[in-house]
């Protein structure tokens, strides 16, 4: 159970929240990109091990939706990629 | 004789206060402060349990949670399986059993298995069971194998609970270190949770003869605890163990006997600022031929069991030691007026300060333990020169074994933070944390308690490591698991069938796992492989730590989780009515409980649906619509937004229109269908199915949030300020009329696919002309304040039309009869609006919206697809299960489709269901064959719709 | 029952949403409503009206529910301009009091979220967890208050009584 921090509501249960997957690319025109191009929006998102862009919805709390960088290794909730806390 | 072994006085139980129990069908007698085992043990009870695979018999080994041997199963009130006996607080009329033997451990069949010890090494069911199939032997190698059953009923009283707890410092343990960091912290004005498993605050000062300033060790506890009471920042919880140690500082602690006495168990789960981890340390076995014999065990539990039970388990006791801490022990048994036969310890030099704890007894260093006589109890020990040599038995009825101590870093370990070997302990200490924690005491590998208390005095603890005893002669099995059987050569034959990773040694062997998780052994495992592949024992390193510590009851876990609110259920205003009036009610989507249908005594479903089903095709019903997800939509960039979210348009409707519509995610699969109304130039409504609200909301608020931050949308969830009754059927008007409203309900002035605010029955109310039905309908959405009311009223004007209430087995009827789509039903995951014949609703003036190019992308390939149909059996009386494949022929070939819905249509007289169904679309006419078990039915393939297919009667 | 408390589901109360920009908000309500809480999660009371700040741009108003329609004039909902939303939604919510000696107890049975009194202050108030469940949370005369939505309310009735067991 991590403690995610709330922009609005500062550090809350993870139970108050709903996973909205990894931060991948924005979405292209769809008229001006090629099939493959497209597909590739819709089915490649970011997987390392390590440090991931990430969105979550505070559901249960204030309704924002926010990002933050969660390393996949250790639940480790860091400031920049690097891995800083 | 009772309690035959119990001293006259000390110890910290209570003798005015005895307690009758059984154990395995005996009575015995103990007293307050007793565990299982220190009674069993008073009343000299030797053999207490039946090894797991072998059926060795098996006595007490130890005096707290890394007991390895004598698991039991209690009855009655506090039944539970596979709890350690040491664990387990005596009190009066408890009843217990041992596990994995029958009829009794004195007298245990399985005990034959040890004849063919050689035949069952490390190994042997994965080599032997595995033709055909394991799981044909499973079931009886189970029970012969097998621990506890778990209990068949459940508690007799009470529940259990789980509760949050927040604290600026979480200390595990209270002993010396952890009471002396709860006193810092909580002096400091911090919140403090301090949980220990023990019955009393102490650890090991509760059972050792110590000092503090001068004073017994125990009065320094005593003022401790009180200090700690009186302070409200402090939570302090004896029989509570912390358990898991979690991400972000999150531990579990099981608390037993909690104050109350409805709470059979309490779960606690506390986010800590900093964890204190004081949770002591092990002592460890060693591992030499007859290791497991009842009477022999840990030398620290021997102490425990003199000093703080009173009872002595042995009346002539050898002790075998590779380190200081056992001269204590001996020092103890002596004022004790036990006779200590002699000190064999495995070191070739004895430090004096060990020495002067025992002047007068026979210390025999450089000597090891090779071999035990005695099967039920020991009788004797074989002394060996640990180089080597002729050994001499000693007559002895109990061996205390040190093999020295582990920190206690199972939570130090679960928290993720690393350990090192220390050569000097010759044990696995905290090293570097990982979360804010930190070790103190003899988890922190401070093993004596001069350096964790000022003033305390205590003999300096040397060691030499001794991880098996490997004199040449030596005959009898030497167990590095004893819960598990695990003996040095199944570690040996692991390593040599190429098993040498400390993980799968553990796997292939089962070493180390089972109720005590190789407490007192897992170091000797490691030890003994280190040895065999002749490597320093941190190259083998530790097996991982795994939460849970100790074992915990699945209840404590669940909480309060169980029966009617296992899963969270929603009501509307008319629940109560519905029950009242003998509905049969359901589980529906989004966790609501509705009315499955409204049966009249003697009725079954089929009649009672179908009776529903005609009064809203001949007369009118009325059906309780509030579970339909609402919302509200504000802001100049609505209209757009809708636009993007449906795949057809919507920013065209004037207010006070409606239209149907699809969403689809940006995948292409359908999402959701609803209905979107303009309230007004910048107020919009939206209705969702009531299963996909909470997604629709979450879609919503995700695109506009993290895609269109810049649109201005405001979303208000309104589900439950509008409830609704939908009136419908041919005679919906009339009941209107008789309910008495303000709206002009001719067709002209309110058509179909539009809404009116006004007054029904005399309440504020909206009117909505949708229809799921497809007769005339009105839905009446009023406050839920009123809805109670309102249902009654209609009730009352609908009487002289014979109207009835309608549950959702009939509106599943009416759908289907009128081809209206259910998500779950006709909307799989794979089809498309084309798919449904509802391409009309994929726009395509529009140049975006959510899942138009993936729709595109997906049919662009060609090929046929699974599309909606209708299908009517060729026998009328045939009903066909839902989801029933249609194959070619109904052969048994690769699928052609499958069956979505069958139902039995009151307007056609027959079954009528709808079906996915290869290239469907143009194969109306043809004979499709729906493939079931033991029979192939034969359909016609139809239009998916069988009533009113210009769809006259909805807009009537 | 196992805990000194007082359980208390309450009748309904005069709500409306507010959502906009402060200064939207402010130039259409004007002086109809409390000043608006400054810091998030936090309340602010006049006379018989509170205003929750339970969002970004987000707000409640409460009142008794016989102000609803004094509220409906002042606010006028349906006439307000695009920039702000404001919905009644009086019946969404189911309100309990959990008051009395250990009503902080049974809450931490109830609600992960840390109510001590260092962490939730008089005036804190905000949406978290209850039993699972989304639920509004303050404190009130001896002990808390707490609403769900409001179909959920029989379920943590339920939830309560065995709680208290």
Redesign the interface.
């Given at each position: 159970m991590m403690l995610l921090t709330c922009p609005f509501c500062g550090k809350r249960n993870e139970s108050e929240f709903i996973y909205g997957g990894p931060v991948g690319a924005d979405r292209p025109d769809p008229n001006a990109v090629s099939d493959a191009e497209w597909v590739e929006y819709l089915t490649v998102t970011p997987n390392p091990l390590g440090p991931v862009r990430e969105k979550w919805w505070h559901a249960r709390g204030c309704g924002g939706w926010f990002a933050i960088w969660r390393d996949t290794r250790t639940h480790d909730i860091v400031e920049v990629p690097d891995g800083t806390k | 004789m009772a309690q035959s072994n119990r001293r006259a006085s000390g110890g910290r139980i209570d003798r005015n206060q005895p307690l009758q129990f059984t154990f395995n069908g005996k009575s015995y007698e103990g007293f307050k402060g007793d565990t299982l085992a220190s009674a069993l043990l008073a009343n000299g009870v030797r053999v207490t349990a039946r090894s797991f695979k072998y059926h060795r018999p098996r006595g007490i080994m130890g005096h707290g949670p890394e007991e390895p041997a004598t698991l039991v199963e209690l009855d009655g009130e506090d039944a539970s399986g596979n709890r350690p006996a040491t664990t387990v607080p005596l009190r009066d009329g408890l009843s217990a059993r041992s596990v994995n033997c029958w009829p009794s451990p004195e007298f245990d069949l399985g005990g034959i298995n040890q004849l063919f010890e050689r035949f069952l090494p490390a190994g042997f069911y994965y080599k032997t069971f595995k033709w055909p199939n394991w799981h044909l032997f499973e079931p009886s190698i189970r029970k012969a194998a097998g621990l506890a059953a778990a209990p068949a009923k459940p508690p007799a009283r009470g529940h259990f609970e789980a509760r949050n707890a927040h604290a600026d410092v979480l200390i595990a343990g209270a002993g010396p270190a952890g009471l002396q960091a709860a006193l810092e912290a909580a002096r400091a004005g911090m919140r403090v949770f301090l949980a220990d498993e023990g019955a009393e605050a102490g650890g090991s000062l509760l059972h050792r003869n110590l000092t503090i300033g001068g004073r017994p060790a125990m009065d320094w506890v005593a003022d401790a605890v009180a200090e700690l009471r009186g302070m409200e920042n402090v939570i302090h919880l004896q029989n509570a163990t912390v358990w898991a140690y979690r991400e972000h500082n999150l531990l579990i602690v099981n608390q037993r006997d909690p104050e109350q006495d409805s709470i059979l168990e309490r779960s606690w789960r506390v986010r800590a600022g900093e964890v204190v981890i004081a949770t002591g340390a092990t002592e460890r076995a060693l591992v030499f031929g007859g290791n497991d014999r009842p009477g022999v065990m840990l030398a620290s539990s021997v102490q425990a069991y003199v000093n703080r039970w009173g009872v002595t388990p042995g009346q002539r006791v050898v002790l075998f030691t590779n380190n200081n801490s056992a001269y204590a022990v001996a020092a103890d048994l002596a004022v004790a007026g036990v006779t200590v036969e002699a000190i064999l310890d495995s070191r070739n030099t004895v430090p004096k300060a060990a020495l002067d704890l025992v002047s007068g007894i026979t210390v025999r260093s450089g000597t090891v333990v090779s071999d035990v006589r005695g099967h039920k109890r020991v009788r004797a020990v074989k002394a060996v020169p640990a180089n080597g040599g002729a050994g001499t038995w000693i007559t002895c009825d109990l061996l205390a074994c040190s093999g020295g101590w582990n920190p206690t870093v199972h939570l130090w370990s679960q928290s993720r933070s690393t350990l090192r070997f220390d050569e000097e302990l010759a044990a696995f200490c905290p090293d570097q944390a990982v979360q804010s924690c930190r070790a103190v005491g003899a988890a922190a590998g401070v093993l004596t308690l001069d350096r964790i208390v000022d003033g305390g005095e205590d003999l300096t603890y040397r060691i030499e490591p001794l991880w098996r005893v490997d004199v040449p002669g030596q005959r009898g099995k030497a167990f590095l698991d004893v819960q598990n059987d695990v003996a040095v050569s199944d570690v040996h034959l692991a390593l040599r069938e190429g098993y040498d990773n400390a993980e799968h040694v553990k796997r292939y062997t089962t070493g180390g796992m089972g109720i005590d998780q190789g407490k007192t052994g897992n170091i000797n495992i490691i030890g003994t492989v280190a040895l065999q592949k002749g490597v320093p024992l941190q190259e083998v390193g530790t097996t991982t730590f795994r939460s849970p510590y100790t074992p915990v009851s699945f209840g404590a876990i669940g909480g309060l989780r169980e029966e009617t609110v296992l899963f969270p259920y929603r009501h509307t205003p008319v629940t109560q009515w519905n029950k009242d009036n003998g509905a049969v009610m359901y589980e529906a989507g989004a966790r609501w409980r509705r009315p499955g249908y409204f049966p009249k005594p003697g009725e079954d479903l089929q009649e009672a649906v179908n009776r529903e089903c005609r009064a809203v095709r001949e007369g009118v019903g009325v059906y309780d619509g509030s579970p339909l997800g609402t919302f509200e939509l504000k802001g100049r960039d609505v209209p757009q937004f809708l636009d993007f979210i449906y795949s057809n348009i919507m920013s065209s409707l004037k207010p006070g229109d409606g239209r149907y519509g699809l969403m689809l995610s940006e995948d292409g699969l359908i999402l959701d269908d609803g209905v979107a109304f303009r309230l007004d130039e910048h107020r919009w409504m939206i209705s969702t199915s009531t299963g996909h609200a909470d997604a629709v909301n979450q879609q919503m608020e995700k695109l506009l949030q993290t895609e269109f931050p810049n649109w201005q949308v405001m979303i208000t969830t309104v589900t439950s300020q509008w409830n609704n009754a939908t009136i419908c059927g041919p005679m919906a008007r009339e009941v209107m009329h008789a309910l008495g409203t303000d709206i002009d309900l001719s067709p002209e002035a309110f058509p179909f696919m539009s809404f009116r605010d006004g007054t029904v029955a005399g309440f504020p109310a909206r009117v909505v002309r949708v229809s799921f039905t497809g007769e005339l309908s009105y839905e009446v959405n009023v406050a839920p304040r009123h809805m109670a009311e309102l249902w009654g009223k209609v009730m009352e004007a609908g009487a002289p039309f014979g109207i009835l209430p309608v549950g959702s087995e009939s509106s599943h009827v009416l759908r289907v009869e009128k081809g209206f789509l259910s998500l779950g039903h006709e909307v799989d995951g794979t089809v498309d609006a084309y798919d449904l014949g509802m391409g009309w609703a994929m726009s395509k003036k529009k140049p975006d919206y959510l899942g138009k190019r993936s729709v595109a992308l997906r049919r662009s390939g060609g090929g046929t697809r699974r599309e909606l149909v209708g299908i009517l059996p060729e026998d009328p009386n045939r009903p066909i299960p839902e989801g029933a494949p249609l194959t070619p022929g109904g052969r048994k070939e690769a699928t052609d489709g499958l069956v979505t819905a069958c139902v039995w249509s009151v307007v056609n007289n027959r079954w009528v269901g709808l079906a996915l169904l290869q290239n469907g679309h143009a194969r109306q006419g043809e004979t499709a064959h729906v493939r079931v078990k033991d029979d192939v039915i034969p359909v016609t393939v139809t239009k998916p719709v069988f009533h009113d297919p210009e769809g006259k009667l909805l807009r009537s | 029952m196992?805990?000194k408390v007082n359980i208390a589901r309450q009748s309904?109360n005069a709500l409306f949403?507010l959502?906009?920009s402060p200064a939207a908000i402010l130039t259409w309500v004007e002086g109809a409503l409390p000043a608006l809480p400054e810091r998030?999660?936090s309340r602010t009371r006049r006379d018989a009206l509170d205003l929750y700040h339970?969002?970004?741009d987000?707000w409640i108003v409460r009142a008794p529910l016989g102000l609803e329609g004094r509220l409906e004039t002042q606010l006028r909902p349906?006439d307000c301009p695009?920039?702000?939303?404001i919905?009644?939604?009086?019946?969404?919510?189911t309100f309990f009091r959990v008051t009395g000696l250990q009503a902080a107890?049974v809450m931490?049975?109830a609600?992960?979220?840390?109510l001590?009194d260092?962490?939730f202050d008089a005036d804190a108030v905000?949406?978290?967890?209850l039993?699972?469940?989304?639920?509004l949370v303050m404190r009130c005369e001896g002990g808390f208050e707490f609403a769900v939505?409001?179909?959920?309310?029989?379920?943590i009735t339920?939830?309560l009584t065995?709680?208290t067991?």
């Open positions: - | - | 196992s805990y309904l949403d959502k906009g998030p999660n339970i969002g970004r987000h349906t695009a920039d702000i939303s919905v009644r939604v009086s019946d969404t919510l107890d931490a049975i609600c992960p979220l840390d001590h260092t962490a905000t949406y978290s967890e039993f699972g469940l989304k639920a939505e409001q179909s959920f309310g029989d379920m339920d939830y065995r709680a067991a």
